[in-house]
């Protein structure tokens, strides 16, 4: 069976020099939800772009479902659906109007378009509101006809690129049930960017880990966890000092300690996290240092971008929520 | 291609009969024009009176029988190209609320989405040239206001040219103003760009004074400007003329070679614009 996504050595470099996405190579099989996760400015949204052929790559090549983004853009763009970070409706339109012109745009005559559209305004909760203008649209309506006109030509792969952005928690959970259950009725593959982990935890079949343009992993992401190796100790010693890194790393079973997190708390992976929690106690009582809390845990994407990639998520996403969406 | 072209076009007639100040104004705006402009702007009041007065009107007019009806073919003119100013911002427009994102994202040939935009564009740009002209016409019947007289036997052919001079000036306007709708993405630069085109089109043609008043370089520069060679189909059509050195199929040539070679460069600019980067 054809890979719904497949590139080898993906780059795209500006023509001012700016390296935005190097040599990245991946595979995303038919059918499955893949995310692909990274901060702001890590070439997610340049890598999307090179997959739905907004922008040529100039190294490497992608193909998706099986034809070649750079030498048949237009047939790809057949295959493919769209939905963008922002509404791209037309506010004085009507949502079926909307619609009728996405499938327009694609090729669809109207006898075509219109049992379709009926279809989708109705299994996404617009059929009441679907001759009204979008200018009186909630944010969660505006994202649901997104996915509309992204899908009302029937694609074979879903791009979702940062979807959810600006939706409450309530309006980010019913985006993504629409999701799945369209996966369930149309065979879609989806391609998603979020900066939600814990969304790419629960939704995505695999995951994929870019910065500064470089793909960093692949797997499920039970499988990424699993590579950190068994549980996460996090111990945050009563006040800051030296002493504690020699201190735990001469404990069995504890190997590395990572640098302490901003709020102070060393975090280390060890293969049982809770057996190991009476040792910590013990070695820095010892030792006469004093803890504020020791806690065992398995580890969480957050877990897994920190140890690839040096840093927090959390900064990166709240860079995002504060409205610096751009990333090259 | 068929499909995509009538989507966009539809979309952009939706988009207009949706906002009630827009539609208004493109009824409005020509009737002020010849209402205000025109009757204050009348220099009929300048020329003498009496026969020697009038000989002399219809010799610096070319046969329009007063500097009114002159004036009112060349505001046709004018109208038109001031709605062409605007055919890019749609597009600019579009690029500011994403639309355009999704619109370049599908397969729609980018001929298609030109076309289509350039269709209602241009359309709309000159029916109210036609309206113009009327109303033109219906103030002879309005007291206290000097209204455009045409001569009692114009053609159908005569009417057609007509027709065919003013969809040529909407096309070739239009395309222009639309590439640069493409090409740009700021506002401002568009605004300066148009403002910038705008005086010089309208100062260097006859639209609204004989040709015959300006100085020797001006007058070479307007005989060939494309909305000099619109008026001149129109006024050679509607009065019984004399003094063109040539016919309005003359005139017409020279307007389709002006709109090939604008709505050429506009094409190939635009399709450059909506190139993958």
Known sequence: MTDAIRTDALGKTYPTGTVAVKDVTLTVRPGEIFGFLGPNGAGKTTTISMLTTVLRPTSGRAEVDGIDVARYPGRVRRRIGLVFQRSTADEVLTGRENLEVAAGLYGLSPAEARPRIRELLDHLDLGDAADRRVRGYSGGMRRRLEIAAG???????????????????????????????????????????????????????????????????????????????????????????????????????????????????????????????????????AAGIELATVSARSPSLDDVFLTMTGREYRENADALENGHTHSP | MYREFVTVLRREYLRWVRVPIWVASYFVVPILYLVLFGQAFNLNNLFPTGPAGEFYVRQALLGAPNYFSYFAVGMAAFVTLTATLYAGTGILFDKQLGIHQRTVATPAPRTALFAGSLTFRAFMAAWPAFLSLGVAVLFLRVPGLVGLSVRSSVSALGLGEVLLAEALLALMFTAVFLSFGYLLDSNEAYFGITSLLNLPILFTSNAMFPQSTMPAWLQNVTAYNPASLAVNVMRENLFNTSGYPYPPGIYLLGLFAWAAALIGIALYLSARALRVP
């Open chain 1, 151 to 285: 899908i009302v030509h029937s694609p074979r792969i879903l791009f979702l690129d940062e979807p959810t952005l600006g939706l409450d928690p309530q309006g980010r959970a019913e985006f993504w049930e629409f999701v799945r259950d369209l996966r369930r009725r149309q065979e879609l593959t989806v391609f998603l960017t979020t900066h939600y982990l814990d969304e790419a935890d629960r939704l995505a079949d695999r995951i994929s880990i870019i910065d500064h343009g470089q793909l960093l992993t692949t797997g499920t992401p039970g499988e990424l966890k699993d590579r950190l190796g068994g549980d996460l100790l996090v111990v945050r010693p009563a006040r800051a000092g030296d002493g504690i890194v020699r201190v735990l790393e001469s404990i069995p079973g504890i190997a590395n300690v990572d640098p302490p997190a901003p709020d102070g708390a060393y975090r280390m992976h060890v293969a049982r996290g809770e057996s190991m929690v009476p040792s910590v106690v013990r070695a820095c009582d």
